[in-house]
């Protein structure tokens, strides 16, 4: 029997993502209710969605299709969740593994991230809970997918493209400080590479065969930070109704990291500054201090020392972070290397689109080499993306491209007259600019915060300011 037969599609329609993907997610649960609930979710925000009842009908299907990634149950009858995690270990499926359970442990965690899994996730969860962290996968595999190009050398890694000076500078550095033990700050805007940096320091380091566990930092309270961080016992505060083992006991004998660090509030900064120094924690709810053996790398997008003289950032914990600091350089200084990362990203994205490659004219390309940037890397990739969904069978020229251009005001080149900014007060050139930014990545306030270098909660306080009401999208059912 053709294993694709018992598959079920909810999703009407393939609806590509920001980056033009058509993303594929398979959920395996042998609930029916279940895995037909959260696939209703996943369609809703987006997602081309399968349902299976089995592991044994899942590794058939990763067979003949590919997905970016695979939701499992940690009970089902046969063939088990964790079980189902190690066999697609041996497997080159490409996808990104979630577990779902009602019966989480201490044990159950670490084995499924030791096996491969992304991360799990606890019944009962929101709908938000779970399209967050199917997103977060989603970027995880396709810093994955990039890493495969690992050359011998860091300077033909994919995240580390390009042969300027600049580049062939930074490079170096991270050759240098890779192989050490030190704790690294990388610092540098959004869009930059900073994460794509982080994980070749930890690829090129002595501990690149063990885990390396990261967490966003922004989007968390500083209740949960702690949480994520460290771990709760059972009955720790309100909620907490089972065990739960933090980043930190995660990425025990290998790598943790911190992105963008300096979203964390002052009181916990304290508590991370000690984990720095003496290398052990206790959960929240505990009194029991556990030691660990973990590299710890940090990101941050804004001026750590300007935060620190204006209070918002320990100074002790500052200078325990930037041991051996690394400052990604915006691509604006380095045009040079705009060739080569439009040849890297064309190829890239006719792979995922399953057609021949394209060429940018020299009008376009000598645009882009001109151009300033305000979302470096990350803007170039989802550009080249663009233009290949839309590619018409000519060679994308400069006047294509000018309308997807943002220019620091916020506005389109194409719209942006010489004189369109003057006797504009700062507060309208800085809603211009949100707001521009947050259609440009089609209402995702994650990724807009991170393009404009601040934080979720700050974006959701300006546009609330604003008065801003995004497009009415029909709420999940609860998971």
Sequence with gaps: MNPMATLTSNSPVNRPDVDGEFLRILVVDDHASARESMAEVLTHAGYRVDCLGSAIEALQALQAEEYDVVITDLNMPGMNGLELIEKLSHRPHGAQVLMVTAHASVSTAV?????????????????????????????????????????????????????????????????????????????????????LAARTVHALSRRSKSPLVSLNCPVLSAHLMESELFGHERGAFTGADSLRTGRFELADGGTILLDEISEIELPLQAKLLRVLQERCFERVGSSVTRQIDVRVLATSNRDLPGEVRAGCFREDLYYRLAVVPLHVPPLRQRPDDIPELLEFFV????????REPWEFGQDAVDLLMHYRWPGNIREL??????????????????????SWLIDPDGESLEETGGDALVGMSLREMERKLIEATLDHFAGHRAKTADALGIGIRTLSGKLKEYGYAPRARRPGPGV
């Design 111 to 195: 084995e499924a991230i030791r096996l491969g899994a992304f991360d799990y996730i606890e019944k009962p969860f929101s709908p938000e809970q779970i399209e967050g962290l199917v997103a977060r996968a989603i970027e995880h595999g396709k810093l994955l997918d990039r890493k495969e190009h690992l050359a011998a050398s860091v300077l033909n890694t994919p995240s580390m493209i390009g042969s300027s000076a600049v580049m062939r500078e930074f490079c170096q550095r991270i050759n240098c400080v890779a192989p050490t033990e030190e704790t690294v700050l990388i610092t540098g805007e959004s869009g930059t590479g900073k994460e």
């Design 347 to 354: 190829q890239n994205t006719a792979a995922r689109l399953r």
């Design 381 to 402: 990739e989802n550009i080249v993306a663009r233009a290949g969904v839309l590619y018409q069978g000519r060679a994308t020229s400069a006047d294509e491209l000018r």
